[in-house]
């Protein structure tokens, strides 16, 4: 899968995105309905391998897997107006594969919904 992330010095409020799953995903973030509709499903991340929890660690939050990252980091950054690229230099520990699969994955399942 590839993806192409654009942005601007103003921080637009949605990344450009080729794949219409990932697309889809950052719209739901971007769009208050959709947001809602997002927090209030239960995502099933034991289903995406780019994640992991352990109850010692940031209070079992997910995170990206082998970071101290917590998945919701990346969906509020994209909230707020970040591009994927702006996220991935904030944290250098996460992994293209890791947000593509978490935006993949969330994408599935709102559809799933």
Known sequence: ?????????????????????????????SCPARRR?????MLDWARCDAVERAS??????WTFKGTRVPVKALFENLEDGATVEQFLQWF?????GQVEAVLEHTAQSLTEV
């Open 56 to 61: 010692d660690r940031l209070s079992g939050a």
């Open 92 to 96: 250098p520990g996460v992994t293209r």
């Open 1 to 29: 899968m590839t993806i192409l992330v654009t942005g601007t010095a103003s921080r637009r409020r949605a990344s450009h995105v080729l794949a219409s799953d990932l697309a889809f995903a950052l719209r739901a973030v």
């Open 37 to 41: 509709a997002l927090q209030s499903t």
